[in-house]
């Protein structure tokens, strides 16, 4: 072989080793964006394909796709966890005020505290161990609604019949043509029918609702609206129960709402980014 040759092949193999360098690099640079996403419980990524052998490709969708799992998982274990939290709480407030309330009661009907200087704040405990008790019986009774009964519909359809219960928002609704989920119809309008009175509240004037298919094949929801920015230091907390950052709120209706998605295999989450020119977005995901 002549030395032209050699110096061909000898060309050839550096390049090739070289390729492979920098492909070896490539494929550990994705590996360390992926752990470093998992350990911020960012399960969202969703790594490029491109460049990539078919087994390489197909790694990568899997793993795409197991970091969806991994997110669908996690919401779902919170949800379940805080579930059988409240659900302990409940039972424990509701032990512990009765004999209050039935001690404070017994207290009011004796002779010697009606009109003495004790009545007045016998009433005031009697009067907040009522409305703590009714508070916590309104909330067991609105966790244990029946079981969702997921069936096809038109999710244009949905939302358009929400919209007419509101007809003073300013309503940008980007939705078109058919689109089907499985849901529970009859859930899906509690759910969105909390979100716009909570946009409400916080002094929306507009209602933005937009419409996108998932990479796995979800619809996604999202409902944006321009009311009061949601504080930074609330936004990871407003899906726990009777956390509230209004004054007269409840903190039930979006943790409901958020349970009532999961058991259907749906989800809803706070973008961390708005869509648009909005204040927040909410992303509904329903099941294929």
């Not at 070896?24 to 491109?50: G, H, K, S, V, W």
């Not at 067991?140 to 969702?148: A, F, I, N």
């Not at 058919?178 to 002094?203: C, H, M, S, V, W």
Request: hydrophobic share 40%; proline share 4%.
């Amino acid at each position: 072989m002549s030395q032209t040759a050699w110096i061909v092949v000898i060309a050839i193999l550096v390049a090739l080793a070289l390729w492979q360098w920098r492909h070896q690099r490539m494929l550990a640079r994705r590996a360390q964006l992926m752990q470093e996403a998992i350990r911020n419980r960012d399960f969202t990524f969703r790594l490029p394909t491109r460049h990539l052998f078919s087994g390489e490709r197909a790694l990568q969708e899997t793993l795409n796709q197991l970091g969806e799992h991994i997110r669908e998982q996690v919401n779902l274990g919170e949800v379940e966890s805080w579930e059988k939290l409240t659900r302990v709480l409940t039972h424990e407030i509701m032990n512990a005020t009765a004999p209050i309330a039935s001690i404070s009661q017994s207290m009011l009907n004796h002779p010697a505290v009606k009109d003495s200087d004790l009545e007045e704040g016998i009433t005031a405990i009697h009067n907040t161990v009522n409305h703590l008790n009714s508070f916590v019986d309104g909330y067991r009774k609105y966790s244990e609604l029946q079981k969702p009964v997921p069936q096809p519909i038109d999710l244009v359809a949905a939302v358009k019949d929400v919209e007419q219960l509101y007809s003073e928002v300013n309503w940008k609704n980007q939705l078109t043509g058919e689109i089907i989920i499985k849901t529970d119809p009859n859930l899906l309008r509690q759910i969105l029918i909390n979100l716009i009175k909570n946009a409400l509240e916080a002094g929306a004037k507009t209602q933005g609702v937009e419409c996108a298919r998932g990479a796995d094949g979800k619809v996604l929801l999202y409902i944006s609206n321009d009311g009061d920015i949601i504080p930074a230091d609330a936004r990871s907390s407003i899906f726990i129960p009777f956390f509230t950052t209004k004054r007269k709120g409840n903190g039930i209706g979006l943790s409901l709402s958020r349970r009532l998605l999961a058991l259907q295999g749906g989800m809803m989450s706070l973008l961390d980014e708005p869509r648009g020119s909005f204040h927040t977005t909410f992303m509904l995901e329903f099941p294929r």
